[in-house]
C-alpha cells in the first residue's frame, strides 16, 4: 500500500486502536497494528486476543491513495513517531513487511510484520444490535463496573451481567460482599431475551475510547463475544462462559428504617473517618443517634477518629452498622443526585443506598461483623 | 501544647518538611513530624537522617495559643487528616504522646510517639552564610544536576561539587560520561575559599520546595553538613566527603568546528531520531554535510531513521559522531537561550555545548565509538 495522510487524522485512529494493545501480550505479532487500505479507506485493527478494536478511516480523510495494500506496523514505535513528528502531512509506503514513513526532513525504515500472520477476528455485525445512547451506556458501566470481582476463583464475577428483555436493560455486578444493578428503558423493545456478561476489564477499557454523547452505540450480541459498534470503531470483546448467580433476590423491598442524606457529604465523612482504617478491610462504624450521623473508626496502633453530620429526620431506633469504607465510597460515587436514600433493616443485614427520587440504580452492600 | 491555627497555614508547613520524610526509614520516631510550640511560635521538623527540614510558624499566625510544649504526630496521618478536614480552624491539643484534634464535627485521637526519642539534628545557623537569589540557584542546580552519577561506586560523583572563591560560584556534576558545569558571580565576595559536594538527589528534593523568585537563599557551610535558609525553612543535607575529581581539565579551550542551532529544534529532531534507539546505551548518529545535519539511529530488529535540519552556515569538514541520545537531550534541556553553539574537534574527543552569547553554562558528553 502506499498512501498519504494527515497526521492527526492517523494518530487518532492509533489512539483509539492502540487501547488494545498489551505490552504483556506473548504473541509477538499482537504487538503490531494491522493497517489495511481497501478501497473504501484505512481499516487500522489491534488486539490483546482478549479485545480487539478496529478503526475505520473512510478514504475521503485520506489525502492521497496510490495503491492499496496491507502490513503490520510495530504499535509502540509508530505511534511514538506520529505523536512526534511536527509536520502535516505524512506518507506510508509498505512493501511486504518493509515499512517506509517519510516527511519533508524525516526517513523512517520499519521492520513490520508479515500480514498473514495476523490472527482473523469476526468483525461482522449481527442484523438485530441493541441500540442505546453512548451517554446512557457510560453509566450504567460506570454506575456498576467497580462492584465485579479481582478474584479468579470465581470467572463469573469478574464481568457485569446484561440482561434485556422487551424494553428493559438491566446490569448487574456483585463481588460476593456488595452488588450494584442499574435498570434503564430502551426505546425500542428487543425481541431475543438476551442474558450474557462481559469481562469488567474490557468494558472499562471501552469505557476510554467512548465519549458521553446522545449518538448510539450499537451491541451486537453472539453467542460468545459481543461486538459493539460506534462512531468508526467496532469493539469486540469475549463473552464469560458459565451462569451468572441470581443476586436479585438478595435485594430486599421492605426496610424498617430510611435516612434521606446528600451523598458528597457523606462521602466527604466516611473518606475522613477512614483515614485511620486499616487498609485492607477497611472497616468504619456507622451510628445514628436521633438526628445525629456518627462514623467512626478505632484502631489500637493509630488511634481513633469520630466524625459527625446532622440527618433532617429524627430516627427512633438506634442503629450501629460496620462496613467496608471503600465499598461505600465506591457506591456513593455512582449517584449523580443531591438526595440519597440509605435503606436499612438490622445490623447483620444489608444496606441498600438508592436515589431519592429514582429507582434505577441500586446500591447493596453487606454488613461486617465487629464484636 | 494545646493551641489553634487556620488549617491552611499549618498544612503549607506540613506539605514542606513532609519532603524530607521517607516511607522506606527504618527508624519509627521518624515517620512522625515533631511539632514544637514556643513562645515565638511553631517549629515543624521532619528528617530522613539524609535531609531535615524545619519549617517555622510565627506566633503571629497562630490563632489562639493556649500552652506551650511539643509531640512527634505520626507524618503520614496528620496531613491526610489536615488535607480533608473542610473546615478553616483546628484545634490540636496534646499530653505527652497522645494526641487530640478537634473541628466543629470531628475528633481525632492520635497515638503520638515519645518526644525525647526525636533524634537532635543540629539546625544553627553560621555567621558568614553565603548569599544567592533563590531563582538563580534554581538555576545553577537545575543545569548540572542531572549529570551527577547514579551509581554507588564512586560516591563522590553522586554529587554536584560547589566551588566558591571571591565572588565565582560554581556547580559541577559529572558522571564521568558527561559533566555540566556552570559559573556565576557573587553579589559580595565570600572571604573563605569553600569546596563542597552535595548530596544530588538532597538537591533535587530542595527544589521542589524552593521557589522561583528573587529573595535570597543563604547556604551555610559546615564541616560534614550544610544548611540552607529561605523564607520561614531550614534545609538540612549532609556533605558526601571525599576529594571530587578535577574535571576541569577535561574541557578542550579549543575547537576546529562551531555549529551554531536552536537548542529546541535539535532537540526534537534528536528526540526522533532516538524513537529506535536502544533503552539503555541510547546511541544515534551525528552527521554534518556541508549545511545540513543528519540525526539517525539505526537498529537491526526494529528499522532505521534519518531526521534532516537545516544550519546557518556552511561546514567543511565532515563531521561523525555517536552520542547517547538521552545525555544530549538533558543537557540541551539546561539551556534557556535561542542559540547554542555545538563545538567539535575530532570523532573521539567531547562534543562541548555552550549558549551562543553566555559562557556560564558548558556541557560536556563523551561521544560513543561505534564500528
Redesign the interface.
Known amino acids: 500500500m502506499k498512501f498519504e495522510i494527515k497526521r492527526e487524522i492517523l494518530l487518532n485512529g492509533l489512539n483509539i486502536v492502540s487501547k488494545a494493545m498489551s505490552s504483556k501480550n506473548l504473541i509477538p505479532i499482537l504487538s503490531g497494528i494491522k493497517f489495511e487500505l481497501k478501497k473504501e479507506g484505512l481499516y487500522l485493527t489491534c488486539s490483546d486476543e482478549d479485545i480487539t478494536i478496529q478503526f475505520f478511516i473512510d478514504k475521503k480523510e485520506i489525502t492521497k491513495i496510490d495503491y492499496i495494500g496491507s502490513s503490520v506496523i510495530?504499535g509502540k514505535?509508530i505511534i511514538?513517531?506520529f505523536r512526534?513528528?511536527?509536520c502535516d502531512i505524512i506518507n506510508i509506503e509498505t512493501d511486504g513487511s518493509k515499512?517506509l514513513i517519510t516527511t519533508d526532513?524525516?526517513?523512517?525504515?520499519?521492520?513490520g510484520m508479515e500480514v498473514n500472520d495476523y490472527p482473523h477476528y469476526n468483525l461482522n455485525i449481527s442484523k438485530t444490535p441493541v441500540s442505546i445512547s453512548k451517554k446512557e451506556f457510560k453509566d450504567i458501566v460506570n454506575q456498576t463496573v467497580f462492584a465485579v470481582s479481582h478474584q479468579e476463583s470465581r470467572p463469573i464475577l469478574t464481568g457485569i451481567n446484561f440482561k434485556i428483555n422487551g424494553d428493559t436493560f438491566e446490569a448487574i455486578a456483585t463481588d460476593s460482599y456488595r452488588l450494584a444493578k442499574k435498570k434503564i428503558n430502551l426505546e425500542k423493545e428487543v425481541q431475543d431475551q438476551l442474558d450474557f456478561v462481559i469481562p469488567g476489564k474490557n468494558l472499562t477499557e471501552l469505557m476510554k475510547i467512548v465519549e458521553d454523547d446522545d449518538k448510539k452505540i450499537k451491541i451486537h450480541i453472539f453467542s460468545n463475544y459481543v461486538l459493539f459498534e460506534f462512531d468508526d470503531i467496532l469493539f469486540l470483546s469475549r463473552l464469560l462462559s458459565g451462569t451468572f448467580p441470581n443476586v436479585s433476590n438478595l435485594i430486599p423491598s421492605e426496610f424498617k428504617i430510611e435516612v434521606d442524606i446528600n451523598p458528597n457529604d457523606l462521602f466527604?465523612v466516611i473518606?475522613?473517618a477512614s483515614?485511620?482504617s486499616d487498609r485492607e478491610k477497611n472497616v468504619v462504624r456507622f451510628e445514628i443517634n436521633k438526628n445525629e450521623l456518627i462514623v467512626g473508626c478505632d484502631s489500637l496502633?493509630?488511634?481513633?477518629?469520630?466524625?459527625?453530620?446532622t440527618i433532617d429526620e429524627i430516627i427512633k431506633e438506634k442503629i450501629k452498622i460496620s462496613f467496608n469504607a471503600r465499598y461505600m465510597l465506591e457506591a456513593l460515587r455512582s449517584f449523580q443526585g443531591k438526595k440519597i436514600k440509605i435503606l436499612y433493616n438490622e445490623e447483620i443485614k444489608p444496606i441498600i443506598i438508592k436515589d431519592l427520587e429514582k429507582e434505577d440504580l441500586i446500591q447493596l452492600i453487606l454488613p461486617i461483623k465487629t464484636y
Do not use: A
Open positions: 510495530p514505535y511514538d513517531i512526534k513528528l511536527p515499512i526532513s524525516s526517513e523512517y525504515h520499519l521492520n466527604n473518606d475522613r483515614i485511620l496502633e493509630l488511634g481513633k477518629v469520630e466524625e459527625r453530620m
